[in-house]
């Protein structure tokens, strides 16, 4: 091939591609931004304006419409028209059009109809304000773009892929849309959030204005019907229940959540079904629905939109921001066009009513020619009014038009019936011209204050539309979810300790523990070495294995203790150490690195435990004292790579622990969200207490329940049914006041935990029907003032619980308060008793500035419970 050759190929294409790109872009895939549609979704709407009567049409016909203005086939039109018909703004439908929650399609176009809203034909069209060009065959007139009075590319949503860019705006609620549009206007700042049709709930802390490089969080809304069963009520944006029963069955089929079947409900509203495998936690498998299925996605937005035939790439902000401005253009030149129209219509009558008032008429009578009639006529009008050209000084006491009288004038006159000369009435023609002039001065009034009237339209809008309207996808803060919490125990950790394999695959061998298939696993060896490596079939770590475990990185609890003897100088030497952080499958040495040395005891300890041991040294050494005893909690807990401390430096024949201590760590304090219902050590939300190990939480509820569980981060608690949460003490007592259904009086009852079943929520008021509590409290001896209806007048009382009834059983129905119910009860200071060091020390933490006692509904002294009876 000659250069010549090339040199044109290379050529054409060059022009060929961005011919075609530019084409893409500007004609197939990226919005406009100031109508806010795609050239397919313009066409179909004013091909739909032209058939309007107010009637619906089948689709089929409107998809034929458009393929005048629309060069792309009848598939791609009736794919545009269903996807705007489906978001229940623009288009009215009638008949199966799909449904965007299940993914359902609609049917055939000759089965469906639609015709235009009321909400489209007020802001769309407008043929006055529209620019025009040739269709594509040039046979019919198209809009370039559609005079749209309203942000329409943020209400909808648009995605598209074009060649070299993408767009993808996501959809706006209708209401904040025009309140942001007004508070643009007024010049005040303004946020906009997405809001989608299938409600969920929605992250927006990275959205960043919609531009490209931020993202956004959308949930699944999942309620927990009991303990066995979840429902999705409400779908993330872009997915339907097909695909996410999908991603749900995936998920438990690979083990990262467990649940026994999935089932679809969905009718007018949606509503997905999962039963749980007994024993498997509900918040747990929340989470992971969350980490591993489609009900929590993040979406990325990236706003381009054409300006000028160019793609550009704005924030929501900047698009609102010329929406707004260009509605506020479109209303300037209606009421320009508004303006021009009643000056014409006031001109045309002041010359009517002349022309019939002064008899003009009668001067053509003797006219004989066509030009002599117009010359008689305009100097008939001449005696009565003037025109800006005349330039009439201020004594001139003619009327003064708007305009020079032209020959159309004229010839507007002479085409006045006789019938109507005959007829006129100059009082309503005086209506007219003064009804004309209002409105003429209305007009004026608007266009000088154009801003004031653009927030009128819009709040015209607001009003008139937006009922019904309102935000479905609820603004929220998602905690991010650490996927090896809540991934499910899919797997089995084995080992053969001797010859040093770990795995999946080696059933036949040792079982350590249950674990997942992306759990971390760590292998201490007889050698005084280490190594982390991720789980699989089979993995050799090194002969001799000596503990071996699930790691979790980070984990600052976790304390190891070691005993080892240092192959070189002979010493053997104690070590305590946390393993927070490491490189995976590289080998670390805990010894000082002498070969031959050796561990000679170890062991893991999950809250950093001490312990004391038992030395036996070698009977053939020349040590004095042949046994030792040697406590961990002495030595501090350092990094894996300290050498240790000294324990001897005669030869060791065997170590035996003896006890196991405290957690050298120290008690964790822990607080729970009042929102999420989480246990967190930052600080967040109601303080618990301090927790070491077996240490435990009671929460009691409104509905006169209460439950112990162990300390877990994991446990999401319904914060919002809660009074009061602490760490559990097995001396506290529970001091109720209720209302006993059976007998219909108010009782009072006070118990220690008996039961011991954890995680369990037991009912300590009657299950008669109508019983309810009232208060309940793990204060010490509680005082409590409240008020019933005692002979038809309101009565306050104040009582120590405790002289009430003593300590009984949990299950005691309690002793009688009062035989009618009680309208308002608080709870004052506690009496005086032993328990006064305890309530002191609740003061100190309180100058301390921790939360110690409440949540919502929580009573501490001086709270009121009103009653709703």
Not at 602 to 618: D, K, M
Request: hydrophobic letters at 35%; one cysteine or more; aromatic letters at 8%.
């Amino acid at each position: 091939m000659s250069d010549n050759q090339t040199a044109f190929l290379s050529g054409m294409y060059r022009e060929y591609f961005l011919d075609y790109a530019s084409y893409v872009i500007l004609e197939r895939a990226v919005p406009t931004v100031s109508d806010g549609f795609k050239p397919v979704q313009r066409r179909i709407l004013h091909s739909m304006k032209k058939m309007d009567d107010g009637r619906y049409h089948k689709v089929a016909n409107i998809i034929g419409q458009t393929m005048q203005y629309h060069p792309h086939g009848d598939a791609a039109i009736g794919a545009a028209l269903v996807n705007m018909g489906q978001k229940d703004l623009l288009i009215d439908t009638q008949g199966n059009w799909g449904d965007i929650r299940t993914g359902d399609s609609s049917a055939a176009p000759r089965y469906i109809e639609a015709r235009l809203t009321k909400f489209a034909l007020e802001v769309i069209f407008n043929p006055q304000t529209t620019d025009w060009q040739m269709s594509y065959d040039g046979r019919n007139k198209e809009p370039i773009t559609l005079p749209v009075k309203f942000p329409m590319v943020l209400t909808s949503g648009v995605d598209g892929i074009a060649v070299g860019l993408s767009t993808k705006i996501l959809p706006h609620n209708f209401q904040e849309l025009i309140k942001a549009s007004i508070k643009h206007l007024e010049g005040k700042k303004l946020k906009l959030y997405p809001d989608f049709q299938t409600g969920g709930s929605i992250d927006v802390r990275e959205y960043n204005d919609g531009k490209r490089g931020g993202k956004v969080k959308v949930r699944a809304k999942i309620v927990q019907l009991d303990k066995n069963t979840l429902a999705i009520k409400e779908l993330p944006y872009g997915v339907t229940t097909n695909n996410l029963i999908d991603s749900v069955i995936k998920a438990n089929e690979k083990g990262q959540i467990k649940i026994k079947k999935i089932t679809d409900n969905t009718a007018k509203d949606v509503e997905l079904l999962i039963e749980l495998a007994s024993g498997v936690s509900p918040d747990v498998t929340i989470d992971a629905l969350y980490a591993f299925t489609n009900c929590e996605i993040s979406i990325s937005p990236n706003a381009c939109v054409i300006i000028d035939d160019k793609p550009h790439f704005l924030t929501v902000s900047e698009i609102l921001a010329l929406c707004t401005e260009r509605t506020k253009e479109l209303l300037r030149m209606e009421l320009e066009i508004k303006k021009g129209e009643l000056e014409e219509k006031w001109h045309l009558s002041s010359l009517e009513k002349i022309f019939i008032e002064k008899r003009i008429y009668r001067d053509i009578e003797e006219c004989e020619s066509w030009e002599e009639v117009l010359v008689a006529i305009r100097e008939g009008l001449n005696k009565y009014v003037a025109t800006p050209s005349d330039k009439p000084k201020k004594s001139d006491k003619r009327l003064l038009l708007l305009r020079d009288i032209t020959e159309d004038d004229l010839v507007k006159l002479t085409e006045i019936k006789i019938k109507r000369i005959s007829k006129y009435n100059t009082f309503k023609a005086d209506e007219l011209i003064a009804r004309l002039l209002e409105e003429l001065d209305q007009v004026k009034y608007d266009l000088a204050h154009l801003t004031e009237f653009s927030i009128a339209y819009y709040e015209r809008l607001l009003e008139k539309y937006g009922k019904g309207k309102e935000r479905r996808t609820e603004i929220s803060s998602f905690e991010t979810i650490k996927v090896r919490q809540v991934v499910a125990n899919n797997a089995k950790l084995y080992a053969n300790l001797k010859e040093g394999f770990i795995g999946t695959g080696l059933k036949k061998d040792e079982f350590i523990s249950d674990c997942s298939d992306i759990s971390d696993i760590i292998a201490f060896t007889k050698d005084g070495k280490f190594k982390v490596v991720r789980i699989s079939d089979k993995v050799f770590i090194g002969k001799n294995i000596v503990h071996v475990a699930v790691w979790k990185k980070g984990d600052d609890r976790t304390t190891y203790n070691m005993i080892y003897v240092d192959a070189k100088t002979g010493r053997s030497m104690a070590k305590r150490f946390n393993i927070k952080s490491i490189t995976r499958d590289r080998e670390y040495d805990l010894t000082k690195g002498a070969k031959g040395s050796k561990a000679l005891y170890f062991t893991a300890n999950p809250n950093g435990e001490s312990e004391t041991v038992q030395i036996l040294l070698s009977p053939t050494c020349s040590a004095k004292k042949k046994t030792l005893e040697f406590d961990f909690a002495d030595i501090a807990i350092k990094g894996r790579a300290s050498g240790g401390n000294i324990i001897t430096k005669y030869p060791i024949r065997k170590v035996t622990q003896l006890s196991v201590g405290k957690s050298s760590l120290g008690a964790e304090e822990f607080w729970m969200d009042e929102v999420s219902g989480r246990l967190n050590k930052e600080e967040r939300g109601t303080y618990l207490g301090e927790f070491d190990t077996g240490s435990k939480i009671i929460a009691l509820y409104k509905n006169g329940t209460y439950e112990i569980s162990d300390l877990d981060q994991n446990k999401k608690y319904d914060a919002a049914q809660i009074l009061e949460i602490k760490k559990w003490d097995e001396d506290d007592v529970i001091s109720a006041v209720y209302f006993e259904g059976g007998k219909s009086w108010s009782m009072v009852k006070r118990f220690k935990i008996e039961t011991s079943k954890l995680n369990e929520k037991y009912t300590f008021i009657s299950d008669d029907k109508g019983s309810k509590l009232y208060f309940a409290t793990l204060s010490n001896n509680p005082t409590v003032k409240y008020s019933i209806k005692e002979k038809g007048a309101k009565q306050e009382k104040v009582i120590h619980l405790s002289d009430v009834i003593d300590v009984k059983g949990w299950k005691a129905l309690g002793n009688k308060l009062e035989e009618a119910k009680i309208l308002k009860i608080n709870l004052l200071e506690p009496k005086e008793d032993s328990a006064s060091s305890a309530n002191e020390e609740v003061k100190a933490d309180q100058k301390e500035g921790k939360k110690k006692g409440k949540i919502d509904g929580d009573l501490t002294v001086g709270d009121t419970i009103e009653l709703d009876l």
